[in-house]
């Protein structure tokens, strides 16, 4: 059965950083493209970036240059560090895996981070 876990929300102030984790068990966890997503208030969840097999990653223009993606294949782990941090970032964050981009077939129940000015 596979199942993904985040890991590492919180609440921050502007500026702070946080970092998220999200833990994969019950596939190959190298094998599948893998993403975070995130879902503000009175909003649709929307996509942060994702890296591909290849190890490339993509990223929101909202995020970018702000948020990194990585993975540890030996803790079948995937990360999202967050820095300087906006009100904006308010959101249950979600990481998803396996499948084209938009269309995972697998989701975290998702971890709250909250941002205050």
């Known amino acids: 059965q596979v199942r993904l876990m985040e890991t590492g929300g919180g609440s921050v102030q502007t500026g702070g950083s946080l970092k998220l984790s999200c833990i994969a068990t019950?596939?190959?966890?190298?094998?599948?493209?893998m993403a975070w997503y995130r879902q503000a208030p009175g909003k649709e969840r929307a996509w942060v970036g994702s890296r591909d097999l290849s190890g490339t990653t993509t990223y929101a223009d909202s995020v970018k240059g702000r948020f990194t993606i990585s993975r540890d294949n030996l803790r079948n782990t995937l990360y999202l560090q967050m820095d300087s941090l906006k009100t904006d970032d308010t959101a249950v964050y979600y990481c998803a895996a396996c499948g084209p981009p938009g269309s995972y077939a697998h989701w975290g129940q998702g971890t709250q981070v909250t941002v205050s000015s």
């Open positions: 019950g596939y190959g966890f190298g094998g599948c493209r």
